[in-house]
């Protein structure tokens, strides 16, 4: 009887550690963060999509689906993390449609030093989306990255700002590009 219990209570850890993903199982090439429907806010984002880019020199995407189409006044911010710190090496800033800059920072608070014209990233917004497009290895080699987005309108006050996933916060990391 003991031994069938030990052999019952091995094929159950067996089955446990088999569902388990491997310790050092690499990150998704898509993540999407869902975000609820908030009354409150200025520019709602319901969610937030990374995808790896496709290879190395190619862009990935952070595509930002909003619960209401763009009008003038909204804006996007996101910083992104390209070498996996969890401090911003990016930061990408936008009003409106098509009219973004982009910034080398290591700080959630200072936007560091204008890099827009080294074609790191874009930003378009367009109808209820907004998808930035984000070199990770625009500054450095990169095999994985993560994202914060902050939506706004600029004459309304902060408390009607959505960050996604949180204030301060970077998402799950994916990787910078697809397995070849």
């Known amino acids: ?8 209570s ?5 089955l446990v550690a088999g569902a388990a ?8 090439t898509t993540l999407t963060v869902q975000d609820p429907v ?6 709602d984002v319901v969610s937030v999509t990374i995808t790896s880019a496709p290879a190395e020199g190619r862009k990935a995407t952070i595509a930002i ?12 911010d996101a910083w992104v993390d390209t070498d996996a710190d969890w401090v911003p090496d ?3 800033t936008g009003p409106s449609f098509s009219e973004y800059a982009v910034y080398e920072t290591d700080s ?3 936007e560091g030093d204008e890099i827009t014209d080294q074609g790191c990233a874009s930003l378009k917004m367009d109808r209820r989306r907004s998808v930035l497009r984000v070199d990770p290895s625009c500054l450095a080699p990169s095999k994985r990255f993560s994202a ?8 309304k006050p902060a408390r009607t700002d959505d960050y996604v996933p949180a204030k301060h916060r970077f998402s799950k990391r994916v990787l910078s590009y697809l397995p070849q």
């Open 90 to 92: 990016l930061f990408i």
């Open 65 to 76: 689906q909003h619960d209401r189409r763009v009008k003038v006044g909204d804006a996007i």
């Open 38 to 43: 908030e009354p409150g806010k200025a520019f």
């Open 1 to 8: 009887m003991r031994t069938t219990r030990v052999a019952t």
């Open 10 to 14: 091995l094929a159950a850890l067996a």
């Open 108 to 110: 959630w608070t200072s």
């Open 21 to 28: 993903p491997p310790a050092g199982a690499e990150p998704p």
């Open 148 to 155: 914060s987005v902050r939506s706004y309108v600029m004459h």
